[in-house]
DNA sequence: ATCATACGCAACCTCCTGGTTGCATATTAC
DNA sequence: GTAATATGCAACCAGGAGGTTGCGTATGAT
């Protein structure tokens, strides 16, 4: 196995979170996101309550979710109900981490570059 | 000060974030991010080595990061150096952990709740 | 049986995004 | 001074994203 400097696997993490930001990239889908965080599992018709556009607007997003891994909606006899999915979230979470732990140790390096001189 | 649920704070927070999200939310992007995360400060010209885009592209992705508040230039002779700003990173990730964190609570309560049937 | 509710599908529109090419300009190298 | 390098600016283009409206359909309530 290769050392900790820019593996494969985590170049391909990388590629694999730029969906999940973008899925979160939008405002009605990030509060919509947030909504069902604290409101737990909701159907279409309680998410548009609150969200300024029509339910068909919500409906496309919950989709676009659903594409990114986000969120999940299942069937319950008239509605769907819809409920976070906090895996990929985690991913993305650690890849924010990574960066900037990267960008942390960089920045030290430089220092010590610069104060050699 | 409000309890914890739900404050305006947080709301505004969060739709603070989307815009970070939205600009990390590209392939191309977020590459650059990682790469200016592990290798420091770099120029438009060695940031255009190794992306699969033109050099314009590059340079348009960095005004997005810039605007983003993300990532800042600043001229060196005649190149344009750029490097991360890694305080909104953190924000975002601060975003994710709260929702995840809501997220656990919300099963909890579920399960609580079900269980009482 | 009828009515209301909750939803999906499809068409349509507008605007933004990611990308390119061409040209102009400032800086460094020779 | 001249050539090469590094960048910015502007126009342009194709496609996708977010949004709406209209209509059809399944489920639940009365």
């Known amino acids: 196995m290769s050392p900790s400097r820019s593996s494969r696997a985590e170049a391909a993490a990388i590629d694999g979170a730029a969906p999940v930001f973008a899925a979160l990239g939008d405002q009605t889908r990030l509060r919509l996101v947030a909504r069902l965080g604290r409101e ?31 969120a999940r909606g299942v069937r319950q006899g008239r509605e769907q109900v819809w409920q976070l999915q ?32």
Chains 1, 2 share one sequence.
Request: glycine share 4%.
């Open 86 to 117: 906090p895996a990929p979230l985690e991913d993305a979470r650690r890849s924010l981490e990574r960066i900037a732990e990267r960008w942390d140790e960089t920045l030290a390096r430089l220092r010590a570059f610069v104060e050699e001189e």
């Open 40 to 70: 737990g599992p909701l159907s279409v018709a309680r998410l548009t309550e609150g969200a300024d556009v029509t339910r068909q607007a919500v409906s496309k997003h919950l989709r676009v979710l659903e594409v990114a891994g986000l």
